[in-house]
């Protein structure tokens, strides 16, 4: 980073952001010279600097922008959930991985218009592409796809770890981020086999990207680092926002070159999206859940200052001699637009790129979750997507909670499963007011004191928490990518499905919901299992609550909620302490999970088959 700007950074990156501004075949693109290292982002540029390509996840679109002019050359429909978006080498065709349709839409640029679409299934997430060939990282599949651009269609699956996110080309090399483990898998493209496995710890986490030095020397991955052995959930003890550092050569992790994006003027969270200047020298990160960006001098290893940006920051680009730094906010459909050699270079220009098109109380809603600013947290440091990412889970048990270890569970459906917490101790939604100011330890929604979760409703105290309880009634699984195409169960799934009911798994899963909606102790092989609740479609519960109080929550009996089965295939590990590492796993622990030592392997094969299939259509 130059004296200059560096100075300039230091005297205003605390400002705040300005008020928005509110199938045919593919061709076989002409072979290119070798380029620089691309990466799959929520925003990128064109290899010659005179478009970027924005995905829109919430309006199912990406829009194309002039990048001299800064004019919106038009926003293309494409499938369910778009997460990123690619050029070819020749900047042609834009390609966008949509995770929630399990496609990738092919744009032709020059008419704006959808050339092909291609399926892939497996909710697709990264996107990168050669002169010949696009990669897909599939997250359900734990599969790289291929799609060959003369075939113009998936040629072949290469298997990696679970949930591949993130991926970066690089000449014959690709690397791929795994979501939960840290992980990064390199691929050798002349064989398309996995060459090698780095990690870069078993605490690393929420690593969604990776970015690339010019050179193709280092690897930077924006992550998340999950404390979860800390008995004490707060500030720097929890969840940790760094940057780790690859030796690209030498397929290391280099601890001592990880960058603390918190050890500046205050913390961020949920590092999200990374791009390195053209010069190597500067590194911009993305915090998805404190709407800023962190500016790294990798010279002297250390930030420099964290830019206001938009509402939830996901994607990063930079303009081919550094001077413009591009930012997708995609809980406000703008780009933020830096220019960095400005006298001003903090001060940035907003560009309308599409209209959301949620309900205002969903989005009001959705930008409370994924934000860890005042009043969600105190300091910026923690949001509820932190732990329950696009609704979901982050894969780990924390132990600091008093009740004690408690594995983080998926949204998922949510609202038709009260009552909430693993104790379920909640019987509404609006009592994530607890969890704002008890676990979050933010000034919380409601103004004053908060009732007590089993007391008086929170429901109506606050519009605010309102629009964020339907933010989480909204959330809903998807169709499970293990079903056949059309949302149907597999021959394997079918007789797992016969074994559930064999085996009494549908007394206390039974469908729709795959939960009885009761606690039951925690010791699930006692005979008095049962606390029954009468739940009526609008969630009313009509069960004494000083029962719940007296006996649900002692810690001398603790009663664990039923929790449903939608989505289990991805929100390993297993039951309220995380004790169980697999479904295979779950069959063996005792009372009534206990009949693994009794199943043959065939009988225990469907069973999985039936359970990684939920939901599946005909449950809907």
């Known amino acids: 980073m130059s004296p200059t700007l560096a100075r300039r950074f230091s005297v205003f990156s605390l400002i705040a952001a300005l008020p928005l501004i509110l199938i045919a075949c593919l061709p076989t693109p002409a072979p290119q010279p070798p380029r620089s290292p691309v990466a799959s982002s929520a925003l990128v540029l064109s290899s010659d600097g005179g478009r970027l390509a924005a995905v829109n996840p919430d309006s199912d679109s990406i829009t194309l922008v002039d990048a001299q002019s800064l004019q919106v050359i038009s926003e293309i429909p494409v499938g369910d959930d778009p997460r990123t978006v690619a050029f070819t080498p020749d900047g042609s065709f834009a ?48 599969q790289i796809a291929v799609i060959d651009f003369a075939a113009r269609a998936v040629s072949r699956a290469v298997q990696v770890g679970p949930f591949p996110s ?39 986490n929420l690593s969604q990207s990776i970015a690339l030095s010019p050179d193709g020397a280092r690897a ?36 001592a070159a990880s960058l603390q994006l918190h050890s500046t003027d205050r913390p961020v969270n949920l590092p999200f999206a990374a791009a390195v200047s053209p010069d190597g020298k500067t590194l911009y990160v993305a915090n998805a859940g404190s709407d800023d960006v962190s500016v790294i001098d990798l010279t002297a290893s250390r930030a420099v200052a964290h830019i206001a940006a938009g509402r939830n920051p996901r994607g990063l680009a930079l303009s081919p001699d550094g001077s413009r730094l591009f930012v997708n906010n995609t809980l406000d459909g703008a780009l933020s637009i830096f220019d960095l050699l400005s006298p001003t270079p903090l001060l940035p220009r907003t560009l309308a790129i599409t209209t959301l098109p949620l309900p205002e109380n969903v989005l009001t809603g959705k930008r409370l979750f994924n934000s860890a600013l005042a009043p969600m947290s105190t300091g910026g440091w923690i949001s509820c997507a932190a732990c329950h990412f696009d609704g979901g889970m982050d894969g780990r048990t924390w132990l600091g909670f008093p009740d004690g270890p408690r594995n983080t569970p998926a949204l998922f459906g949510v609202e038709r499963t009260p009552p909430f917490h693993w104790r379920g101790d909640l019987d509404e939604l609006q009592d994530v007011e607890l969890t704002i100011r008890r676990i979050q330890h933010g000034a919380g929604l409601i103004r004053g004191e908060v009732f007590d979760s089993l007391g008086q409703p929170n429901a109506g105290r606050s519009a605010e928490l309102d629009a964020l309880a339907a933010y989480l009634a909204s959330l809903e699984a998807p169709l499970s990518p293990y079903t056949n195409p059309d949302g149907t169960l597999a021959e394997s799934a079918r007789r797992g499905e016969q074994a559930f009911r064999r085996w009494g798994c549908a007394a206390c899963h039974p469908a729709p919901l795959y939960t009885d909606l009761r606690a039951h102790p925690a010791e699930v092989g006692d005979r008095a299992i049962t606390l029954d609740r009468a739940i009526t479609q609008d969630r009313a519960i009509t069960q004494d609550r000083a029962i719940i109080q007296d006996r649900a929550i002692t810690q001398d009996r603790p009663y664990i909620d039923t929790p449903s089965l939608l989505e289990v295939w991805a929100t390993a590990p297993y039951f309220h302490d995380g004790s169980a590492p697999t479904l295979r796993e779950t069959f063996f622990a005792k009372g009534f999970h206990s009949m693994g030592f009794a199943m043959g392997q065939d009988e225990a094969e469907d069973l999985i088959a039936f359970l990684c299939s939920l939901p599946y259509r005909l449950d809907q």
């Open 166 to 204: 993130g991926l970066a080309l690089a000449g014959d090399a690709l690397y791929v981020t795994h979501l939960y483990s840290g992980r990064v898998t390199h691929i050798d493209l002349r064989s398309l086999t996995v060459r090698q496995v780095i990690s870069t710890g078993a605490d690393s």
């Open 95 to 142: 390609l966008v991985a949509n995770h929630g349709s399990g496609t990738v839409s092919i744009i032709d640029t020059a008419s704006a218009k959808v050339a092909n679409e291609i399926g892939v299934g497996g909710r697709p997430y990264g996107i990168v592409a050669d002169a010949s060939r696009a990669y897909v990282s599939l997250s359900a599949l734990a």
């Open 220 to 255: 930077y991955l924006p992550q998340t680092r999950s404390n979860t052995g800390s008995l004490s959930l707060g500030y720097a003890s929890t969840v940790l926002p760094l940057v780790s550092v690859l030796d690209l050569a030498t397929a290391t992790y280099v601890p």
